[in-house]
Nanobody, 128 residues
């Protein structure tokens, strides 16, 4: 049974940092792209970045423009089952539930319907 579990959320002041983790289990995840989405209260879930399988040999990280200078995605290079989201210089508007998701697609990363597996999310709250 595939399971994605996010952790590391919490309350932080604006300008601070948090590091989220996504632990994947239940199958082999090499070849899977893992992504981070977030959903703020009253808003739709949005893509923020992914660790995307490239050329069958390595992973690259994709980001949306609003976070690419502040957020960094890493993935463990051993079993590819853990993905991290380092968030720096957090802003109040980053407040949301952050979700991890997995897909076998490697040609694109931002389409929510591509992702078959989802975690339950972890809350990130940024105070002013």
């Amino acid at each position: 049974q595939v399971q994605l579990v996010e952790s590391g959320g919490g309350l932080v002041q604006a300008g601070g940092s948090l590091r989220l983790s996504c632990a994947a289990s239940g199958r082999t995840f090499s070849g899977y792209s893992l992504a981070w989405f977030r959903q703020a209260a009253g808003k739709e879930r949005e893509f923020i970045g992914a660790s995307r399988w490239l050329n069958g040999r390595t992973y690259i990280s994709d980001y949306v423009d609003s976070v690419k200078d502040r957020f960094t995605i890493d993935r463990d290079s051993a079993k590819y089952t853990t993905m991290y989201l380092q968030m720096n210089n957090l802003k109040v508007e980053d407040t949301a539930v952050y979700y991890c998701a997995a897909t076998l697609r490697y040609d694109r990363s931002g389409v929510i319907t591509d992702y078959a597996y989802w975690g339950r999310g972890t809350q990130v709250t940024v105070s002013s």
